[in-house]
């Protein structure tokens, strides 16, 4: 089993900044694509923003130069960094790893967290 375990959410102030993080546990050979996705009440699951094992990165264009997303391979972890936090940014964000769990496998199997909640009021 492969599990992702996402912390860091909470309420925050608009303008206030928060750092979302999402370990990834188990049986693990090698992880190609992180990211992080949110959805908000009533509405799709959304991309926030990726990252490849080679550092690649993809942004939404409603966070780009706010939000920032790195990893950790030695750690199978990947980060969010917000800033400049705004309250259509609440959501519940959810962590989702493409993951090789043996040496052998030939298919990456999607894993996703269980979501952390960002509110984002004054």
């Known amino acids: 089993q492969v599990q992702l375990v996402e912390s860091g959410g909470g309420l925050v102030q608009p303008g206030g900044s928060l750092r979302l993080s999402c370990a990834a546990s188990?049986?693990?050979?090698?992880?190609?694509?992180m990211g992080w996705y949110r959805q908000a009440p009533g509405k799709q699951r959304e991309l926030v923003s990726t990252i490849n094992s080679g550092g690649r990165t993809v942004y939404a264009d409603s966070v780009k130069g706010r939000f920032t997303i790195s990893r950790d391979n030695a750690k199978n972890t990947v980060y969010l960094q917000m800033n400049s936090l705004k309250p259509e940014d609440t959501a519940d964000y959810y962590c989702?790893?493409?993951?090789?769990?043996?040496?052998?496998?030939?298919?990456?199997?999607?894993?996703w967290g269980q979501g952390t909640l960002v509110t984002v009021s004054s």
């Open positions: 188990g049986s693990i050979f090698s992880i190609n694509v």
């Open positions: 989702n790893a493409d993951v090789k769990r043996y040496s052998w496998s030939t298919r990456y199997l999607a894993v």
